[in-house]
Every structure is written in C-alpha cells, then in structure tokens.
C-alpha cells in the first residue's frame, strides 16, 4: 500500500492531467496546501473525465479497472483505478472493518450489486478478503431472489449480513413474512446509504440478536471517507488516515471548519490515486465535526437529498424527523418524498411504508398520517402558508410496503426523494 506525499502529488496532477492544470494555473508553482487549492467543480470534472478526449486523467487508460458512478442521481460517470490503487483501497477499508466489528472466523454475506460496471459487490468482496481477520466470504449479491438468499443464510449460518440498507429491509420483510427466524445474524452491515430509525425497527423484528453497524464510508468516485467509529452513533466515522483527507467546509464561505457541532459540505483528497487524482473533491454529503482532534466526524445526510416544491424547500431528513416525532409506536418502517404536479400546482406526498398487519388498520394509519402532515407542517412552516396561498397542494400520504417504494434499479439504493413532475 502506498500514500503520495501532498505536495508530490499536487505537482504530479498539475503536470500530467490537463484539467488539473487548467484549475490550477493561477496558482503558484509551490502551492502545496490543501488551502492554497480550489475545490473541485463537479460538473467540470465529469465534463472533462469523458470516454474520449479525457483531460482528467494524467495517462492512458492502459491499465485499470473501469467502474460506473453516479449514485441515485445524475447520469452514471466512469471512475478508474489502477491494480495497485484498488488493492489500497480495499486493503484499507477492510482494516477498517474490524471497527465495524468484523470478527475472526465470521461468515460474511455480500449483498450488495455486481455487475453493469457497479462496484460495490467487489469492492465488499476484496475488502474482505483483505481485512486482518480470518473470514469465509458468501458472495451472493444483491439482486439474488430473496427465496434463494435465505436459504443460503440459513445453510451457511451466515453470521454477518452485508448490503445497503434498502436491501437489508427487502429481507427482513421477506423473513417476518415468512414466519422465519435467522437466529445466526449477528450483525448487520450498511452501507451506500443511510440507516434510518424507521428500517431499524424493520430490521430488529426480523433479526433480533443482530446489531446493526456501518460498513464504512466510502465511494467509487471519491474514494476512502471514513472508516466506523466504534459506539452508539453509526454515523460517526474518521478519516483513511494517510490514505486520505477528509475536509468540511462552510456552506457560505468555502473556509474548512475546525469546531465541532457545525455543520459543512465533505470534501475529500485522495493521497493514494494518481491516474484519477481526488484533489478537494465535494463528496455530495454534508457532516459535522464530533471530536475535531481525532478526526470524528458525523455524516448528516447527501447534500442533494432535497427538493422544492413550489416554493418550498423540503429535504428527506424533514420527513425522517416528522415520522420520528409522530411514529411513537414504530409503526413506520420506509419514507419517501414523492413531488407530483397537477391542476398547475406542485404537490407532495409522503410514500410511508409499514409491515402487512399494520395495513389492516386503515383508522389508525388515517390517525397516523395526520400526525405526520401536523410534525412536517410544523417544522416547515411555509409549506401550509402555500397551500393557503394555493401555490401548492396540501401534503398527502400513500401507504406501501418497502418492497413497494423506489429504488435505484442500478444500484438497489432506496431513491429518498422522488420527482414524479413532467419535464417537458
């Protein structure tokens, strides 16, 4: 495993890839801080990291494994890595799996998605191949059916189940429904997005002795992130120290914010990828520093998760904090925003998901529904002063099953907010 001196590398992307030099060409020819460098624009990025005519990338593409990236929103982006750069990464993400709790001798369950150029399966794969720790890997994806993955699980007293979290729920609502146990799960592993309250009680109906952790922090495109911190909060992660740097920026002025509590944008440099350089790259997420002097940090959420309806702002955490408030009974176990528009107003509807026996209780869902609108109202304020004002439709809710809501038919992630409006 190798980690490039700051400043090497800074010369090295300024010399060798084109986009590089034309972002850096009123700097210095000493600028060697992270301070003394813009941040990446990502549309200029992805403008210039293309097929043909790459200005990205400091060489041929001669010798590398190509993967797709893009996340659950936005066209999919190619990222590349060398044979010498994966095995970094995934060396070091599977040291840090021993903080998400890997143990020796665990039998490991991958379910996240193969295929189409995707990652995160092998990624998750070699990443256990390469932890500290014995461990015998079940590499059985993500897109198995579900009536052949608990066999397996259950054939192989798979110890450690691994996958995004809208995965995760897809079998445990499969297992309630099925009247089944898998006393063997003791930890389940999430990553890609996050774990919210609402799935946790999903998860821990259906498997009750397994404590649900983060796998880590990473992305195909930025890189290493943050590897688990041991506690209660799994969202508290810490820098691939020296694999990688971890900045959070002020939304307003761009400056790195040293206090904790305050919350910025993640930017992220990567010191060991040179083909592809990372160099103050926003990593679509937003965090907030917990324990700035040994590098903890709190990941709140995707920058982009949000939407306007009308003229109202709404994010996908306002919906997760008004199920909180109003869902004292765990009743809910999936969100999401869906934007519709008719009649020439825009509307939102919340997209609630609960098990089947909840379903049988129209009254009280209709109950519980209200309560929601009333905590989202509340929060947003300006949402019912639209509807007033008739630039908006009154919120709705629509009751479904998790296996009934939206996700990413690439990537298998649960597509938080939906955009259901015509573009044309």
Known sequence: MSAHQLSDLIRFARHHSPFYRDLYASLPPDADRLTDLPVV???????ANTLDGNRVLTGPLAEATVYKTGGTTGAPKFSVYTRDEWRTFVTAFGHGLMDAGLRPGHRVADLFYAGELYASFLFVLDSLAHAPVDNVRLPIGGAAPLESTVPTLRDFAAQVVAGTPTTLCRLAEHVIAAGLRLEAVELLLFGGEALFADQRRLLAAAFPRAEARSLGYASVDAGLLGRPVPGPD????????????????DDTTGEPITEPGRPGRVVVTSLFRRLMPILRYPAGDRAEWTDPAAGHFRILGRAEEGVRVGPVSLYSQDAQDAVAAADAAGRIVGTQLVVRRWDGRDGL????ATTPADQDDPAGLETLARAVVTELETARPLYPDSVRAGFVHPPAVEWARH?????????GKLIRVLDERPTT
């Open 349 to 352: 509807v919340l997209r609630l």
């Open 234 to 249: 799994a969202r508290v992660h810490r820098a691939f120290t020296p694999y990688s740097v971890v900045e959070i920026l």
């Open 403 to 411: 296996r009934d809501l939206a996700v990413n038919p690439r990537s």
């Open 41 to 47: 624009d990502q549309s200029a990025f992805w403008a």
